[in-house]
Nanobody, 124 residues
Framework: QVQLVESGGGLVQAGGSLRLSCAASGGTFSSLTMGWFRQGPGKEREFVAAVNWSGRSTYYADSVKGRFTISRHNGKNTVYLQMNSLKPEDTAVYYC?????????????????WGQGTQVTVSS
């Protein structure tokens, strides 16, 4: 059983930055593919970014490519999402997720464990 706890959300003006963190416990973090998803008001949950177990392979949604960076620190059992040049359309609840088998980085149904989410609000 893997527990995930997100932090770092908040209110920021357009053009600003935030860094989200997701602390994992209860599993072998260094073997997990980790992902970030988000769900905006009235929208379905969507893929944002993912990183493989070693951190050497990263994947991004087109909407965040060049603005967001996913990284991980296996020694701290933590994955990060650095968000720069934020836009009002980035407003959403951001969820961290863990994929035991690395079977599908973009697909939410490939992930086995989810955090509770952290709210990010970008004002215009």
């Amino acid at each position: 059983q893997v527990q995930l706890v997100e932090s770092g959300g908040g209110l920021v003006q357009a053009g600003g930055s935030l860094r989200l963190s997701c602390a994992a416990s209860g599993g072998t973090f260094s073997s997990l593919t980790m992902g970030w998803f988000r769900q905006g008001p009235g929208k379905e949950r969507e893929f944002v970014a993912a990183v493989n177990w070693s951190g050497r392979s990263t994947y991004y949604a087109d909407s965040v490519k060049g603005r967001f960076t996913i990284s991980r620190h296996n020694g701290k059992n933590t994955v990060y999402l650095q968000m720069n040049s934020l836009k009002p359309e980035d407003t959403a609840v951001y969820y961290c997720a863990a994929d035991l088998y690395g079977s599908g980085t973009h697909r939410s149904d490939s992930y086995d464990y989810w955090g509770q989410g952290t709210q990010v609000t970008v004002s215009s």
